[in-house]
């Protein structure tokens, strides 16, 4: 891309690229768009209560969605560089969040505004498409992880996670093992305990 583009920008140029081939004209009314953000670690970026204004793409670090119901912390998602979240429900129904975004590195973040977004779906039809797409992805994965939290078995739940949740390898390399067991819905015990017996039984 031309220099007039930044390095944040041609990231994310990039990312959208990987489902609609965006020409730089297409991309320029996303650029002037984007907004950036940087959260210390242990900030949240929504907080309970609060509506989801926006669509967010992690440029560096790593952020944590969860709900706590009962006193007992559950895990919706992560996020980390290269991927992007939303509350969906919050943003889609201007509800407030049952969930807390949190960044657990000194994290820095792009994101669009709502009416920033509705505005280049109907001007736009490249991100249009783009968008669209994106959003797919993200609700097939997470229609996929809640198939495999039906699952009583952990060694099944393990084996699901590794099999059909796109980020899992992802997810593995970058993210602590006792959240990894959250996502999961199973004890961190029992997370290294099938996991030790998935790599013997494939080995």
Same mark, same amino acid.
């Given at each position: 891309?031309?220099?007039?583009?930044?390095?944040?920008?041609?990231?994310?140029?990039?990312?959208?690229?990987?489902?609609?081939?965006?020409?730089?004209?297409?991309?320029?009314?996303?650029?002037?768009?984007?907004?950036?953000?940087?959260?210390?670690?242990?900030?949240?970026?929504?907080?309970?209560?609060?509506?989801?204004?926006?669509?967010?793409?992690? #440029?560096?670090?790593?952020?944590?969605? +969860?709900?706590?119901? &009962?006193?007992? =912390?559950? %895990? *919706?998602?992560? !996020?980390?560089?290269?991927?992007?979240?939303?509350?969906?429900?919050?943003?889609?129904?201007?509800?407030?969040?049952?969930?807390?975004?949190?960044?657990?590195?000194?994290?820095?973040?792009?994101?669009?505004?709502?009416?920033?977004?509705?505005?280049?779906?109907?001007?736009?039809?490249?991100?249009?498409?783009?968008?669209?797409?994106?959003?797919?992805?993200?609700?097939?994965?997470?229609?996929?992880?809640?198939? #495999?939290?039906?699952?009583?078995?952990? +060694?099944?739940?393990? &084996?699901?996670? =590794?099999? %059909? *949740?796109?980020? !899992?390898?992802?997810?593995?390399?970058?993210?602590?093992?006792?959240?990894?067991?959250?996502?999961?819905?199973?004890?961190?015990?029992?997370?290294?305990?099938?996991?030790?017996?998935?790599?013997?039984?494939?080995?």
């Amino acid at each position: 891309m031309r220099d007039f583009f930044s390095a944040e920008e041609t990231i994310l140029f990039n990312f959208f690229n990987q489902v609609y081939p965006l020409s730089e004209n297409d991309f320029r009314p996303l650029a002037k768009a984007i907004k950036k953000k940087k959260l210390k670690k242990g900030e949240n970026l929504l907080n309970i209560g609060q509506i989801e204004t926006k669509t967010s793409f992690v #440029l560096k670090g790593f952020i944590h969605q +969860y709900v706590t119901i &009962e006193g007992e =912390l559950f %895990t *919706i998602d992560f !996020a980390l560089e290269g991927m992007s979240f939303n509350n969906f429900t919050s943003y889609m129904e201007n509800s407030p969040s049952n969930q807390v975004q949190e960044a657990l590195t000194d994290t820095e973040i792009l994101y669009f505004e709502k009416e920033d977004i509705e505005h280049l779906l109907l001007q736009s039809h490249p991100f249009s498409y783009s968008y669209t797409k994106l959003f797919e992805q993200v609700h097939l994965e997470r229609e996929k992880r809640s198939l #495999l939290l039906q699952h009583k078995n952990a +060694y099944k739940k393990y &084996e699901l996670f =590794l099999t %059909t *949740i796109p980020k !899992a390898k992802i997810f593995l390399e970058q993210v602590p093992q006792k959240l990894i067991a959250n996502y999961l819905g199973i004890t961190a015990e029992t997370y290294s305990r099938v996991k030790k017996e998935y790599l013997k039984n494939k080995n």
